[in-house]
C-alpha cells in the first residue's frame, strides 16, 4: 500500500523508447586503377658558358684605353738618396762626438779631489785669531799642530797646542757650540752628526763625532727643564782611535789592558768595565759639575767616557 504521504508513491519511472537500428552500409568496390606509364626524360642539350659583360660606363669610349707607357725615373731621385746618406752620417758623426766629450768629463771628474767640508758651527770664544794678510803655514807649524793634544778633567776639558799652552777650556755647564768649533780646527774636519733618543730617565742628546772622539750636547724640548737644572748639559767620550794626544786626570792610557786599568785603583769594576771618581757625582750646585769617569776594555781597545752617574 503506498504511502499517502508519499507525493512520489504512485510515480513511474520514464522510460525511453528505442532507437530503430540503422542499416549498415555495403562498401562499395573501387575498380583498379590503371598503372600510368611514366614518360622518358630527354636528356637537356648542355648549356653553352656565359660570358660576364664588361659594365659599360656612361659616356665611356666602347674601345679599350692603350696602356700607358713606363714612367721615367725622375733627375731628383738619386739626389734625394745622396741628401740621406749625408745626413745620417753628420747625425753619426755628432753622436760619437757627444759620446767623446761625456767620457772626457766623466774621467775629468773622478780625478778632482773633493773639497773639505766646511765647519758649520761658528767659533765664537777662546780661539785666537790671526790679524792681517793670511800666511801658509809652514812646516814646522803643521807638525807643532799635529802635537795639540786633550786634557779631559772633571770639570770638563781643555785644548793645548804643541808647547803646552792651554788655547780653549769648556766646562760642562758651557754652551757646545765653541766646543764644536774648536774640536773641529783641532782635528782638522768638521763632525758627523748623531741623535741619541731620551726616555723617562735619560735626557735626548746631539752628538758630534770626530775619529775617536764624541761630544754630547743635550737636547732640550718645552716639557723639560732649563739647561742651568740638568745634571750633563754636555758630556764626553773618547777612545783608541783618537788621532790627537788625550789625557786625563785618573791616569789611564788608551793602549792599556784591563789589568793595568785595574791596577789604577778604580772605585769598582771588573771584567773589563771600571769606575773612577764616583765621589765626584755632583750637579747644580752653584753652577759648579764634576764628573767621573767610566773605562771598558774590549781587547785592544779602551773607551773613556766623563758624565754624570746617580748612585
Do not use: C
Not at 731628383?76 to 746618406?85: M, P, Q
Not at 807638525?143 to 793645548?160: H, K, P, R, W
Not at 808647547?163 to 766646562?171: D, Q
Not at 750637579?283 to 764634576?290: I, N
Amino acid at each position: 500500500m503506498s504511502d499517502p504521504n508519499d507525493p512520489f508513491a504512485d510515480f513511474e519511472p520514464y522510460e525511453p523508447p528505442q532507437k530503430p537500428e540503422r542499416a549498415k552500409r555495403e562498401k562499395r568496390e573501387k575498380p583498379p586503377r590503371e598503372k600510368r606509364e611514366k614518360p622518358e626524360r630527354q636528356p637537356r642539350p648542355p648549356r653553352e658558358p656565359r660570358t660576364k659583360a664588361a659594365p659599360v660606363m656612361a659616356d665611356w669610349p666602347d674601345e679599350p684605353r692603350e696602356p700607358r707607357p713606363p714612367r721615367a725615373p725622375r733627375d731628383n731621385e738619386g739626389g734625394d738618396r745622396r741628401t740621406l746618406v749625408i745626413l745620417s752620417a753628420i747625425a753619426a758623426a755628432l753622436v760619437v762626438a757627444v759620446i767623446v766629450v761625456l767620457v772626457i768629463y766623466l774621467t775629468q771628474s773622478q780625478q778632482e779631489p773633493t773639497a773639505d767640508p766646511v765647519p758649520t758651527a761658528p767659533a765664537t770664544q777662546a780661539i785666537p785669531q790671526q790679524t792681517g794678510a793670511p800666511q801658509a803655514p809652514s812646516p814646522s807649524e803643521t807638525a807643532e799642530a799635529a802635537t795639540s793634544g786633550l786634557s779631559v778633567t772633571a770639570d770638563g776639558f781643555t785644548i793645548t797646542d804643541a808647547a803646552g799652552t792651554t788655547i780653549f777650556t769648556h766646562v760642562w755647564a758651557d754652551d757646545a757650540g765653541p766646543a764644536i768649533a774648536a774640536l773641529t780646527e783641532l782635528f782638522g774636519q768638521a763632525p758627523t752628526e748623531d741623535f741619541q733618543n731620551g726616555d723617562a730617565e735619560n735626557y735626548a742628546y746631539n752628538i758630534y763625532v770626530w775619529e775617536g772622539f764624541r761630544l754630547y750636547d743635550v737636547f732640550l724640548n718645552e716639557s723639560n727643564r732649563p739647561r742651568s737644572e740638568v745634571p750633563a748639559p754636555t758630556f764626553v767620550s773618547f777612545d783608541s782611535d783618537i788621532d790627537v794626544p788625550v789625557t786625563d786626570d785618573f791616569g789611564v792610557e788608551l793602549d792599556m789592558s784591563a789589568d793595568e786599568v785595574a791596577a789604577l785603583g778604580p772605585d769598582s769594576g771588573q771584567g773589563g768595565r771600571f769606575v773612577f771618581g764616583s765621589d765626584r757625582n755632583t750637579f747644580y750646585q752653584d753652577g759648579q759639575r764634576r764628573f767621573g769617569a767610566s773605562v771598558t776594555v774590549e781587547g785592544t781597545r779602551v773607551s773613556v767616557t766623563y758624565t754624570f752617574r746617580a748612585g
